[in-house]
């Protein structure tokens, strides 16, 4: 299998448990590696026979904006989720969900996966 990279996939959403968590976006920070074989896309250089990243990318920017879950542990799970019923040709993900400035003297907290479609 060969990877794809979304690196640095920033976006605002609401996450957490406390009350201002709850009602003020933050920035969500994901990096997600995808496992595809490419080489059918390689050998006919036609977008049908890629796994569409934009496509990926565009699922989980939405998922983003409109879930509000409590836990990052949720939210890292459900793109996973998202991502393996967007595309077909995905058959394995890791992904990082992080919550930049989310403990006092650290850069990021976050949590990664890795799921597979077996």
């Keep these: 299998m060969d990877l794809i990279h979304i690196k640095d996939l920033s976006v605002l959403g609401i996450v957490g448990i ?11 920070l994901v990096n997600a590696t995808l496992w595809v ?9 036609d977008i049908a026979d890629a796994a569409n990243y ?9 998922h983003i ?10 939210l890292v799970q ?14 394995e993900i890791e992904i990082t969900v992080e919550k930049p400035g989310a403990l006092r003297f650290a ?3 976050g949590i990664t996966i890795h799921r597979s479609r077996v």
Excluded: F, H
């Design 107 to 109: 850069r990021s907290v």
């Design 37 to 45: 074989d490419t080489r059918p896309a390689a050998a006919t250089d």
């Design 78 to 91: 459900e793109l996973a989720d998202v991502a393996l019923a967007t595309e077909p040709r995905v058959q």
């Design 54 to 62: 934009r496509t990926i990318t565009k699922a989980m920017i939405a």
């Design 18 to 28: 406390n009350p201002d968590e709850r009602v003020n976006p933050q920035q969500i």
């Design 65 to 74: 904006v409109e879930g509000e879950p409590m836990l990052v542990e949720r």
